[in-house]
């Protein structure tokens, strides 16, 4: 038995993927003590049975369709043309569409790539610092994950068995936090840079801006108006969202032709496909841990030290920002949400606020030294030394640890909205 553990372990060290890891140590597990294989199975057919379930390709294909249009040219128009005129302004648009962004994609990586790709440059040439532009385009490429209708907190959702429109409420406020502390820091850091009359926008570039993204603005509203105002739930919400960005994308802009079509579907879906192999071995294995009472084992044993709610959430900070710097969130939400949510609750935390506070941990953890996934995507990207993106990135970092001890030990933020209309 002892072998075989540590044969799992090499397989991991070895790259192995995640799922066949995952799936390994619960057939091990089980196994060890004489319960049946075929209940490993069993549990991960009961994910068939999660109507959440169904929203997740949806808008991950909706988040797929966008990324690989023309919607970034056309939201960073139109927010340039809206905000660009202003002493620091571009750097807000910046924030401003890579939260819009993220929060339909879901993937850091892929704002990073198509929206800061075409917003870096546009920084430099405007005559902000480079190591600004670098840490501003680092830490927004995960910025949307709080907002609406980010697939991470959707997956949380589905793994916690809480409401997802309660998630998408709870996040609004500390995404908004978040976004206020960073474009105060933008506009002081850009101040002293003179706007010139030609560079204000005309009413008419306003209007033309407006026109141009005219078919995508009404997204956000689709969403939440669409749940919020009783006429569908999470799961057909997503339907309606994949076909207007469907019609939108290929019939109306015309950005992808009939020919790229299928190979975006078969991108989105392997994505998907990736996410829903690894949840359903994991809840095999968070099965097993339960039988086992490991949850509660290590709360006992926690507890033996730690007696005050507000240090269980300080260490869990920690702990988060640990796990968010070293795997994608999707992985590190299906491994460590089941553990903590019986701990979290044995101390009285809110399963709602607990998914916005995981949120915000592995939101930040992206861009943690020394081994964020955001760190080493911006190095790729913009053909920088990881360690220059580490300086560029620390006053970003410090803004946003401001803004998750106050998410944190400030619970109504999260709730106020939910306790308002959920």
Avoid at 3 to 8: A, C, E, T
Wanted: proline share 5%.
């Amino acid at each position: 038995m002892g072998l075989s553990k540590v044969l799992i372990l090499v397989l991991a060290v070895l790259g192995t993927p995640l799922f066949v890891v995952i799936s390994a140590l619960a057939l091990l597990s089980f196994y060890a003590i004489e319960i049946d294989l075929s209940v490993v199975i069993i549990e991960m057919t009961r994910l068939a049975d999660t109507p959440l379930l169904l929203s997740l390709p949806l808008f991950i294909f909706a988040g797929t369709l966008l990324a690989e249009s023309g919607t970034p040219q056309r939201l960073l128009r139109l927010s340039q043309v809206l905000l660009g005129w202003m002493p620091g302004g571009l750097a807000v648009v910046a924030l401003m569409v890579c939260a819009v962004f993220t929060a339909f994609t879901g993937a850091s990586g892929v704002t990073i790539f198509a929206v800061g790709g075409l917003l870096y440059p546009a920084l430099v040439q405007d005559n902000y610092p480079e190591r600004f532009s670098l840490g501003l385009i680092t830490s927004s490429g995960s910025l949307g994950l709080l907002f609406p209708p980010s697939l991470p907190l959707i997956l949380y959702g589905v793994i916690a068995e809480t409401r997802v429109d309660q998630l998408f409420l709870a996040g609004i406020l500390p995404g908004i936090l978040m976004l206020i502390l960073l474009v105060v820091y933008s506009m002081v850091k850009g101040q002293n840079r003179k706007v010139k009359d030609a560079e204000k926008p005309s009413h008419k570039d306003m209007f033309s801006g407006l026109r141009e993204a005219a078919w995508e603005l009404p997204l956000p509203i689709i969403v939440l108006g669409g749940i919020y105002g009783g006429f569908f739930v999470a799961g057909e919400a997503a339907a309606v969202t994949a076909l207007y960005v469907l019609v939108v994308e290929v019939l109306i802009y015309r950005d992808i032709s009939m020919t790229r079509l299928p190979k975006i579907m078969v991108k989105s879906m392997v994505l998907f496909g990736g996410i829903l192999v690894v949840l359903a071995a994991s809840m095999a294995t968070t099965n097993y841990l339960v039988d086992q009472q490991v949850p509660m084992r290590l709360f006992e044993l926690i507890r033996e030290y730690i007696s005050s709610k507000y240090t269980f959430l300080l260490l869990l900070n920690i702990f988060l920002l640990i796990v968010g710097s070293m795997l994608d969130i999707f992985s590190a939400l299906v491994l460590v949400v089941p553990i903590i949510i019986p701990i979290a609750e044995a101390y009285g935390v809110d399963l709602i606020h607990l998914g916005i506070i995981f949120l915000t941990n592995l939101q930040i953890g992206y861009c943690t030294p020394p081994v964020g996934l955001n760190l080493f995507l911006a190095s790729y990207r913009f053909e920088k030394p990881v360690v220059t993106l580490y300086r560029a990135t620390l006053p970003f970092l410090g803004l946003l640890m401001l803004t998750l001890i106050i998410i944190t030990y400030f619970p109504i933020i999260s709730l106020a909205l939910v306790n308002l209309w959920g």
